[in-house]
């Protein structure tokens, strides 16, 4: 099961990069060249194009025609840096940091989410992920996100809520302690525990900076709160809370 997940999660980060690569701009001359890459000027004199990291300069005279990916942007929609863009998808790898009296000090933790502009820099959006604790669950949440600035680098706020499914079984079993003088002479019981998973939160604030009109990373920590619900034989339930640092670094992706 893990495997298959880190599988998912290698495909999620990939797979958005790939389709970047595959949106260029392609500018055609009179001598019968084809350069693709990203457009950089396109003014009245000159077209500069950058094209597996070489620049290319034409005069326009040299200029049959151009091709976008897109529709031209404005100069005001360049300067938003996609965020004027209805929608954005981001794709994040981290740890939730806990103390000495936790198992596990830093498990890994992994979360891709869709967002939609709700109002001006405000975003809604809905995830999933792939944590792994003492037993590997997926974090499915909901997410609201407000940037405080318009621009191509700016801090944001984030708040996920939502509930933390197991995807295998528990590894752990519990002692049960009983009243001695009921259950002579075997007063302990050890039985085998049911994961059912549990509720979580996560407020968080971090920067975030957008290379490209479709393209972005993010670093971001906070606060880290869920529970973990088990099960056991004759109605038994444990319920286990955790309070974490949260460290994310991640990518936005138009």
């Not at 031209?72 to 000495?100: P, R």
């Not at 085998?192 to 979580?200: F, I, N, Q, S, V």
């Not at 709160?225 to 992706?253: A, M, P």
Request: aromatic content about 16%; charged content about 20%.
């Amino acid at each position: 099961m893990k495997n298959l997940l880190l599988i998912l999660i290698g495909l999620i980060f990939l797979i958005p990069a790939f389709g970047q690569r595959n949106k260029k701009d392609v500018v055609y001359l009179h001598s019968g060249g084809i350069i693709k890459g990203q457009l950089i000027t396109h003014d009245a004199e000159i077209v500069k194009i950058n094209s597996e990291g070489n620049e290319w300069v034409f005069k326009n005279q040299e200029v049959d025609s151009i091709s976008r990916f897109s529709r031209t942007k404005t100069a005001s929609e360049n300067n938003a840096h996609g965020y004027k863009q209805g929608f954005f998808m981001d794709a994040s790898a981290g740890a939730l940091i806990g103390n000495s009296s936790n198992q596990k000090h830093a498990p890994f933790s992994f979360m891709s989410s869709l967002n939609i502009r709700l109002l001006g820099n405000v975003y809604l959006g809905a995830g999933a992920g792939a944590e792994f604790l003492e037993e590997t669950y997926m974090p499915a949440f909901g997410q609201l996100q407000c940037r405080f600035r318009d621009s191509k680098f700016t801090p944001f706020f984030n708040l996920q809520a939502g509930y933390m499914v197991p995807l295998e079984d528990a590894r752990r079993n519990q002692i049960i302690y009983y009243d001695y003088s009921s259950f002579y002479p075997y007063p302990n019981v050890n039985t085998k525990l049911d994961a059912e998973g549990g509720y979580m939160i996560n407020p968080s604030l971090g920067f975030e900076h957008f290379s490209s009109n479709n393209f972005g990373w993010f670093f971001a920590f906070g606060y880290r709160y869920h529970q973990l619900n088990y099960s056991g034989v004759n109605d038994y339930k444990l319920e286990t809370n955790f309070s974490r640092l949260s460290l994310k670094i991640g990518f936005i992706f138009k």
